[in-house]
């Protein structure tokens, strides 16, 4: 089997934009993070799923079975879509929420957890 290099290329470049947003510390921009990320793994459960074939609403007992295309990629990416958009649902719920409360949308640190990171465990003496 062969994949499409065009199609993985695409996949690696919305990967690599998805993970930079990601790293960013605004709401929106991690929210475009996880929604590039998410479209670059259904494009390559697409293309990992092999060619383009016929409809799979046949019998196995066909026989054009062969030529048929895997309806597993497709289910898995209808899944991914439906997760990926309560996901997001999710972070649109959050941003709302921070954005209410601090009328930003940027992450700041929070002074606990800096102090907390601060301490070092003291080292048991033997």
Known sequence: MSANLTLLIVVGVLVACGVYLLL???VTKMLLGILLFSNAVNLLIL???GPDGAAPIRGTDDIAHSTMADPLAQALVLT???ITMGV???VLALAYRSYILTTSEKVEND???VGIAARRPEEPEE
């Open 47 to 49: 293309t990992m799923g």
């Open 88 to 90: 997001s649902a999710f």
């Open 80 to 82: 991914a879509i439906v």
């Open 24 to 26: 960013e510390r605004t």
């Open 111 to 113: 002074p606990e957890d």
